[in-house]
């Protein structure tokens, strides 16, 4: 081999090595997060699908790893267990498990209230009222399904009581709005337009706007990001890289509905257009927020509602929202 020969072999070698090594080290920055997702269509499931699709998570630093959950509850009871660290989580649910013991804290504010809809093809339904005495099918455990309680209060309407509540998820629900086995079901999107797919006779005759302010007279949080303490502890650094990862995450399905749509078909099984038609519409809006700065007042007032509400007995102490 000519010494110009080695000089350069020598060279890629050393450049090789050299990348190598920044390669080693940039995979050692990566943050490997445990966070929960809902198996069936969610703003969560939506959300974490286009980013890990995208690869938004170890763009910003984080190593998403994602597990799967069949139902509501034991989403929820995989982060008080410690089976992730982190999730969307309905805002008084957070507090409930913050005021139960559960070391959950609010990171970031994720959805203002995109449920319920009451959606319904009965044509003796004409409004939120003339549910009393029917059937609806409804996620009991979601905070959805708590304001509409609440809101049915304001309306003169007990829930469990003047209105039979039948426990399903959205697509549990959709089925058995299709067997006629209830009268209305309570749903969010993807789910609503997939409802609203099945029949032209469907229609929604409460949407979250108007569910929301008039229990609370104002708007609110329905989701945010709820993060355990051991790794609030362990990982500071890893709150300000999923904020920009969420961020990122809805600029892209804003700007790139077609895509996000097509995504989401291989990953949910979603049909054509069922995600874009949602995000077209302004039906699913993501709001990532750092909790601790502008929003803290306003997810403060979500805790003071529901103790106003009488759906909680107390407020949360004030280390539930997270500060840096």
Known sequence: MTTARKIVTASVLALVGSMLLIGGAAAQDLIKVKMGRIAFPSYVTVMLDVVKDKGLDRKNGIDLDIASFGAISAYYGAIASGEVETLGIGTHVLQKMRTEGVPIKVALTYVRYASPFVVTAD???????????KTIAAAMGSSGYQVLAIYGRSQGMVFGKDVTVVQADPPLARGH???????????????????????????????????????AKSEGW???LGAREDFLRRAPQAVP??????????????????????????????????LKEALVANRM?????????????????????AVDWGY??????EGAIYSP
């Not at 609503?192 to 099945?198: E, G, Q």
């Not at 990953?267 to 069922?274: A, I, N, R």
């Open 123 to 133: 044509p003796a339904i004409r409004g939120f009222a003339d549910l009393k005495g």
């Open 177 to 215: 709005l299709q067997a006629k086995r209830v009268d209305a079901i309570m749903t969010w999107e993807p789910s609503l337009t997939l409802t609203l797919r099945d029949n032209p006779q469907y229609r929604v005759i409460l949407n979250a706007e108007a569910a929301m302010k008039g229990a």
């Open 222 to 224: 329905e989701f945010v």
């Open 241 to 274: 890289r999923l904020t920009k990862m969420l961020q990122e995450g809805w600029l892209f399905m804003k700007s790139n509905p077609d895509e996000a749509d097509r995504i989401v078909q291989r990953t949910l099984k979603l049909p054509e257009g069922v």
């Open 285 to 305: 809006v993501y709001e990532v927020l750092p909790a601790w700065e502008g929003e803290r007042k306003s997810v403060w007032n979500m805790f003071k509602l």
């Open 312 to 317: 909680l007995d107390k407020l949360p102490d």
